[in-house]
């Protein structure tokens, strides 16, 4: 039985739903990954016991990652949080600013209005 045979009947045995597949290499900087969307874990030592350690290694992370996903879970939901509360901070500070501009003007026009005025009575007088 070849060293991905044994390292796949491993993997049924311990009920664990990937394949592994043992690619040798010299020149990889990666001993071994899981590529969770394929159902894969790559071993890519050389060295048979090496290999098997690599396997032993992706196999506890992959019973690690239920316990790893609530850190994930939970700051994305601290993300989604946040970011509702500077959304709403944000669309009030644009509607004051709306506003701000709006009296704004209207402040302006009564300035201009009154600068006007004066300048008028000034005349007539």
Not at 44 to 60: G, M, P, T
Not at 66 to 72: E, M, N
């Amino acid at each position: 039985m070849s060293l991905e045979e044994q390292m796949n009947r491993l993997l049924e045995r311990l009920g664990i739903s990937l394949r592994a597949v043992w690619l040798p290499s010299d020149n990889h900087e990666e001993h071994a990954r899981i590529i969770a969307q394929e159902g894969l874990i790559m071993v890519y030592d050389k060295c048979e016991s090496e290999a098997w350690a690599s396997l032993i290694h992706e196999v506890i992370e992959w019973r690690l990652r239920p316990v790893l996903r609530v850190y994930r879970d939970t700051i994305n939901h601290l993300i989604t949080l946040i970011e509702e509360i500077a959304y709403s901070r944000k669309e009030e500070a644009l509607s004051n600013i709306v506003t701000d501009f709006s009296v704004w003007r209207i402040l302006g026009a009564e300035r201009l209005g009154s600068t006007s005025n004066k300048g008028k009575r000034s005349k007539s007088s």
